[in-house]
């Protein structure tokens, strides 16, 4: 079948010599050129301050082209049509006289697509740039996340864009959300009754949500000491996923009506206080260990590190949905740095069944999980018991998946990168995968209150070797219910 290009524009990159649009949003732009769907009218504009030739500067982003897309997908001829569409303006994003130029690039009736790979900080003096020349009115901008630190500074972020774009041409990326696993979570709920009449408090008895990273903090300190990992993790992405677990089913595939199902998730979550914050939440920080038998320092041993911070690089808590599908179902999310392996994972743990006529020993074995895996291979797997095989075994049982493997399923078929399905869909004008502000300010408010709660309590990260699954209160926060991590080993 022959891809049907979307409609020309022009996609201006604001921040086109950073880290992100470098390794991830030129790669993804290349890709969505190769596969036939860039019109060949459209245009892309490399924003960024650095002076000099031009030439120079394409120059380095075809540099990072061919080092970040997988030689096998790397096309001489479609790398040099890529590179055709491509200009570079030197901006200074706070200077508002350089957005005269901006405006001559783009021309008077061409649709616009501004993407801020910058700071938050800089999204307003962006915004009120681009309708002093008037090329507000006529633009989609999308913007990182996260957005903000907190409730109140989400807010005022949202707002100063909102000043210039209505919320139907505002476009919040979680990378999350363009995984080609997670856009399955829709169609393996909503389109196989298998589940659905399954998905709720009457056949589930608890859901995982582990989302591992095995580096460090990868010279992003500055960033990240005043994040935290709750910020930089649970606050989007581990909340969107759990959304999407957690929602009950959207009238249609429209994007307010997903969307107003993951609102209504997030007022359900039941508000963890101070009090509460021992029992429910484990927040930890790694200290010098080993991966893959090589030693790694400790976050307070990073370069450029302050000796006395408090930031939490691990968090571990237990959270509850109020409302008729899932009361009295608890979710586990977990997210960490300097884990034992990089690891994206769902587990949804189905009740046993409800009178057990095999032998007892066997009994710890019983109950169904389906596990939904996001990175590194993307994999959906069903754990089911059958009987073993043999003469001799009579009844005794065994655990196996009914997998789809995603790489070994569909061997012709390539998997995109998140990134190039979420370019594709503001490119289209299709919403679904963004997050729309009151998501980001419920998912605030929530994470908010953990925070208040800590810094009153005022106590410090426990402490987890790099290497590891985490504090030993993470293991006892789940233990205590009678449960264990999937797959900790």
Aim: hydrophobic share 40%; net charge neutral; glycine share 8%.
């Amino acid at each position: 079948m022959t891809a049907t290009p979307v409609e020309p524009c022009t996609f201006a990159l604001f921040g086109a010599l950073g880290d992100l649009a470098l390794r991830k949003l030129f790669p993804a732009l290349y890709q969505l050129d190769r596969a036939g769907l860039l019109c060949p009218d459209t245009r892309l504009l490399a924003l960024a301050r650095d002076a000099g030739e031009e030439s120079r500067h394409l120059a380095t982003i075809a540099e990072h082209l061919r080092r970040h897309v997988p030689g096998a997908e790397l096309d001489e001829g479609v790398l040099q049509r890529f590179l055709g569409r491509l200009d570079y303006l030197s901006m200074d994003f706070l200077q508002p006289g350089d957005y005269a130029a901006l405006a001559d690039r783009v021309g008077a009736a061409e649709r616009l697509i501004a993407y801020f790979a910058t700071a938050a900080a800089l999204y307003e003096p962006i915004c009120a740039g681009l309708a002093e020349v008037g090329l507000a009115g006529r633009a989609r901008v999308v913007l990182e996340k996260p957005i903000g630190h907190d409730l109140a500074s989400s807010r005022k972020v949202n707002d100063a864009v909102a000043r210039h774009f209505p919320e139907d041409r505002t476009y919040r990326i979680d990378h999350y959300l363009g995984k080609e696993t997670v856009q399955n979570l829709i169609a393996l709920r909503f389109a196989n009754s298998l589940f659905e009449t399954q998905w709720n408090q009457n056949h589930i008895s608890h859901v995982e949500i582990t989302v591992a990273e095995q580096v460090g903090i990868e010279g992003r300190w500055g960033y990240f000491d005043k994040a935290g990992q709750l910020r930089d993790m649970i606050q989007n992405h581990l909340l969107q996923l759990l959304c999407l677990i957690a929602m009950d089913p959207p009238g249609d595939l429209s994007a307010d009506s997903i969307r107003d199902e993951k609102v209504k998730v997030l007022k359900a979550l039941a508000p963890i206080d101070a009090a509460q914050l021992s029992q429910q939440v484990v927040r930890g920080q790694y200290v010098a260990g080993n991966i893959l038998g090589k030693s790694v320092p400790g976050y307070l041993e990073e370069d450029n590190a302050n000796a006395q911070s408090d930031t939490e690089t691990f968090v571990a808590l237990r959270a509850e949905i109020r409302n008729w599908r899932w009361a009295g179902v608890p979710f586990y999310l977990r997210t960490g740095k300097r884990m034992p392996q990089k690891l994206s994972q769902i587990v949804i743990h189905f009740k046993a069944p409800p009178h057990y006529i095999f032998a007892e020993e066997q009994r710890p074995l019983i109950g169904n999980k389906l596990i939904i895996r996001l990175q590194p291979n993307e994999s959906i797997a069903l754990q089911v018991m059958t009987k073993e095989q043999g003469l001799d075994k009579g009844m005794q049982l065994r655990s196996g998946p009914l997998q789809l493997n995603f790489s070994d399923t569909y061997r012709s078929a390539r998997i995109p990168d998140a990134y190039e399905r979420l370019l594709l869909e503001v490119m289209k004008g299709n919403q679904n995968l963004f997050v729309r502000k009151d998501e980001i300010e419920y998912a605030w408010r929530w994470c908010d209150r953990l925070i208040a709660g800590w810094r009153l309590q005022g106590e410090a990260p426990k402490p987890y070797a790099a290497g590891s699954w985490g504090p030993l209160s993470s293991i006892a926060l789940i233990t205590r219910d009678g449960r264990s991590w999937y797959g900790d080993f």
